[in-house]
């Protein structure tokens, strides 16, 4: 079996025609500054090729499904294993997406309750136990019993009439029906033929009484309950009532039969009850549906609460909960399956730590046949239960909505669905793992990316975390810089040789009996870093924090974990607030400081207090409501609030860094002004892509088509029409400086800088995009196409291009996530910059030369999750050192301040 993989001729995005050998079963880190072509190697070509290698291997009738899929720009790649992608983007915001669902172990979960379940009476809280037939028809002569000797209950409702009318039957009627279809799509055209042939004259179709004599017709794309009208039986006749026992009797047992354990009845009172072989509670009639993984689904209608239609809010986008179900998702039949005496709701609100307990102790409490069913559902549950653990995901809850998690959190999430499949052989290609996390909890995922390698599994990580780099069989580290800059092989070898400059990779390309050394160590721009050579300066002197300075005081914080913490934040300093993932860092930041602020500065400091209400908030934050806490006061201090996180800046392919900060209305503006464009007469809106009149009306302005692979992920193709252009041939036609729209779209920050130096609205901006590290990437790039570390730089550009008040509070979430320590370094630039103008500047940060230059740290924790919540300290970050036994953050800040 072939021990490497080996690329020849790599030139996808900027990668400059790169030979490259890898070993096969290591861990190989790529790492190189932002824009470098990192992921153009790992994901557009390592991956794009084992993605379509596999394609490939499917059959012609299979692929038709699939359409076209692009090689990538690579001449050959030998030694490819099956490769699996977990990256930053694929992250889903939809609001029924969790924790659970993201990692399958609400799939198993459902199937668990739906096999070894016990329901339990919603009313009464009775165990439901099985029922036969004769104990139904008591049950119904008991129930038409009562309702004859209280005549009250005769007096129907509005909802019980309309429900005798569209049954066809008076209020002296029983009717027995027997439900063969239950929510399956289907015309059913055979099966309703057959039923009239066996005697039956009517149905109910969807809660509507059918004459089977008439043609029934039911669309086979829309899902149907049918029922079988059995008998009815009018219950006032002066009959033998032995006689009407056993008429009863004997459409109970039909109904039974026809339907396999099941029998509908509506009483004279308009109500209606479903009666099962199976289960049936003895103290109120209550009957349970069949019990079967789609009850457990707040997705299915047969699971999800019929308020809120499983989002578990009073509304879309609100943070109330539903006034049915409380937040539960789930209808009451659902909430009265236990296992091991909890719910699936109770089980899904624990935390990953607490489910891990809650799962070891259920097997002791399972009988040895219900271990027998419930097995391999336990297995796989507990297999992904403990990765989370390992990779210090312990503090998040299992209905953790996916669009609350980090990038580094989701992704962590996915990969341990992935692991939880227990693969040998296959390649796992990871972008940045270590976002979110604190470098005490590094290790364990580090740890856990060996154990998967060690499996005999190749894990390529496109990292700039040391600890993870330390840890690596093998480094590529790619530039010298970024965009066109980059895209070449600086050094490919050992870690040893890295660290230790071997002679052997001074510029040669020696081959041993494993794989092609490349590069120079001492070039190398990471190599310099970890070997001491370069480093971020900590500050000479830091800003001064006293009792003169002014302060933002957070009083009775108590949102999620926050354990009634007290906070003071420095004003016109450079804030860091730290911690454990999971302390209560953004809960802090996001859901208390930020809405609070936004919500009053938008009224200018005083609000009245009607305006207070979620719903007058900030635009950004619709119907949203502020963290619990007492008090916050030293808003006066400030006049704007700005949170720059890492949500896309746009969802579909049409938004780029060009749109975002509005230098494109500049660049239009300056088409649309050309010779050309005013003899064809042509407006600013010629030169949109969102607009009829200019594009590309084949892939309507976005370059590319986009496939849907169903059981894959989407492909993009280059548009065959416009050939990623975005534009039609007539609009192409129109040049400023010598180039078309197109053209300009596809140049880089850093040309098009130098392009339109003499035009300051556009000048301005791309100035500061470079400023932030983001000359690489083009002005047309996709913001699908953008990390998150990206997306947030961009986000601040945009703000820095802005009028300066000089007052104004910027919130940022990791903002070094996707940066080498060379763009680090960029970065703090800008950021000191802001701050010395008379700004305030708060991160959440884990980076420790982040950490080490900020002016004051805020420290939560001491742990994640019910753990965390409290100030740990405060202070310089000598001082937040010197308190290394209190703090995680001093323990290893300690380290860097030496």
């Given amino acids: 079996m072939q021990n490497k993989i080996i690329i020849k001729g790599a030139r996808e995005h900027n990668l400059k025609n790169i030979d490259l050998e890898l070993p096969r079963n290591k861990m190989i880190v790529f790492t190189g500054l932002s824009g470098s072509g990192k992921s153009s190697l790992a994901f557009d070509t390592i991956f794009a090729e084992g993605q379509r290698r596999y394609i490939e291997s499917l059959s012609a009738y299979a692929r038709q499904f699939l359409g076209g899929m692009s090689k990538p720009d690579v001449d050959e790649i030998e030694g490819l294993s099956p490769a699996i992608s977990i990256d930053q983007k694929a992250h889903s915001a939809n609001p029924r997406s969790t924790t659970a669902t993201i990692t399958e172990i609400y799939d198993y979960l459902r199937v668990l309750y739906a096999r070894v379940g016990k329901p339990y009476c919603p009313h009464c809280g009775t165990k439901i136990e099985k029922m036969t037939v004769d104990e139904m028809t008591s049950r119904i002569t008991y129930h038409v019993s009562r309702i004859n000797k ?77 029922e079988v009208a059995i008998d009815k039986i009018a219950v006032s006749d002066k009959q033998n009532k032995q006689d009407e026992q056993q008429r009863l009797a004997e459409a109970v047992e039909t109904a039974v039969d026809l339907s396999n354990g099941l029998c509908t009845v509506i009483f004279p009172d308009g109500t209606e009850q479903i009666y099962s072989t199976e289960y049936s509670c003895p103290k109120d009639g209550f009957s349970f549906p069949e019990i079967e993984p789609r009850m457990f689904s707040f997705n299915s209608p047969y699971g999800c609460c019929d308020h809120c239609s499983g989002l578990g809010t009073k509304e879309l986008f609100s943070e109330e909960d539903c006034p049915k179900c409380e937040g539960k998702r789930l209808n009451e039949n659902a909430l009265s399956v236990k296992v091991g005496k909890k719910n699936i709701w109770e089980v899904v609100s624990m935390t990953i730590e607490e489910a891990g307990d809650f799962f070891l102790n259920l097997e002791d409490q399972l009988s040895e046949k219900e271990l027998e069913i419930a097995g391999a559902a336990l297995k796989e549950i507990e297999n992904r239960l403990q990765f989370m653990l390992n990779v210090g995901l312990h503090y998040l809850t299992l209905s953790r909505k996916a669009g609350t998690l980090s990038g580094g959190e989701a992704q962590r999430i996915r990969l341990a669905s992935q692991v939880g499949q227990r693969l040998v052989g296959a390649m796992y290609i990871l972008d940045e793992p270590t976002i979110g996390l604190h470098q005490r909890d590094n290790d364990r995922l580090v740890s856990t990316l060996r154990n998967l390698c060690d ?28 965009g066109k800059h980059g895209g070449e092989i600086v050094f490919s070898g050992e870690l ?79 804030v860091c607030l730290t911690g454990v993932s999971g302390s209560g860092k953004s809960t802090l ?18 609000a009245p207090a009607d305006k207070k209400n979620p719903v007058f908030a900030l635009r950004a934050t619709p119907g949203k409501l502020t963290g619990k806490h007492k008090s916050i006061t030293g808003i006066e201090h400030i006049d704007k609030i700005i949170k720059i996180d890492q949500r896309p800046i746009g969802r579909t392919p049409r938004s780029n860094p060009a749109t975002y900060t509005k230098a494109y209305d500049g660049i239009r503006d300056l088409f649309e002004a050309t010779t050309e464009a005013r003899i064809r007469g042509y407006k600013k809106g010629r030169f949109s892509f969102n607009r009829p009149s200019g594009r590309c009306e084949h892939c309507e302005g976005k370059g590319v088509l986009e496939i849907e692979m169903h059981f894959l992920p989407s492909v993009q193709i280059i548009c065959e029409v416009c050939k990623g252009a975005r534009f039609n041939n007539e609009t192409l036609q129109v040049h400023y400086n ?48 953008l990390s998150g570390g990206e997306a947030q730089r961009i986000k601040l550009s945009r703000e820095l291009a802005k009028k300066q008040t000089r007052k104004t509070l910027y919130l940022l979430d990791e903002p070094t996530t996707g940066l080498h320590y060379e763009d680090v370094k960029k970065l703090l630039v800008v950021l000191d910059r802001l701050v010395s103008q008379g700004n305030t500047v708060m991160v959440i940060e884990h980076n420790l030369d982040v950490i ?18 409290e100030l740990v300290t405060v202070g310089t970050p000598e001082e937040v050192a010197m308190r290394s036994t209190l703090s995680y953050t001093g323990k290893y800040l300690k380290r860097v301040l030496k």
Avoid at 191 to 214: A, H, I, P, Q, W
Avoid at 749 to 763: H, L, N
């Fill in 738 to 785: 010598e180039k078309n729209i197109a053209e300009v779209l596809d140049m880089t920050i850093e040309d098009a800088e130098d392009f339109f130096k003499d035009i300051p609205p556009i000048y301005d901006k791309l100035k500061v995009l470079n400023e932030v590290g983001l000359d690489y990437l083009t002005l047309g790039q996709s913001a699908k196409t």
């Fill in 150 to 226: 209280n005549p009250k209950s005769k007096i129907l409702n509005p909802k019980e009439i309309q429900n005798l009318k569209s049954n066809n039957q008076n209020d002296n009627d029983l009717t027995i029906l027997s439900p063969v279809v239950r929510g399956r799509k289907g015309e059913y055209y055979q099966m309703l033929y057959d039923t009239y042939n066996s005697g039956f004259l009517e149905v109910r179709v969807d809660g509507k009484m059918k004459s089977l004599k008439n043609k029934i017709i039911l669309s086979k794309n829309k899902k149907h309950t049918i």
């Fill in 496 to 574: 040893d040789e890295l660290l230790k400059m071997s002679e052997s990779t001074k510029g040669t390309k020696l081959r041993n009996d494993k794989c092609v050394r490349l590069g120079d160590a001492k070039k190398s721009l990471t190599g310099q870093y970890l070997r001491g050579e370069k480093k971020i300066e900590v500050p000479e002197k830091r800003r001064k924090v006293d009792k003169n300075t002014p302060k933002i005081i957070i009083k009775g914080a108590e949102e999620h974990n926050l354990k009634n913490i007290n906070v003071e934040i420095p004003l016109r300093r450079f």
């Fill in 589 to 606: 930041m996001n859901r208390i400081l930020y809405r609070e602020v936004a919500n009053r500065v938008n009224y200018f400091g005083h």
């Fill in 852 to 869: 080490k230059t900020a002016d004051w740290i805020i420290d939560l924790g001491p742990d994640g999750g019910d753990k965390g919540g």
């Fill in 455 to 482: 499996k005999g599994n190749t894990i390529i990580v496109v990292e700039h975390d040391e600890d993870t780099i330390m840890v690596s069989d093998w480094v590529v580290d790619i530039g010298p810089g970024a």
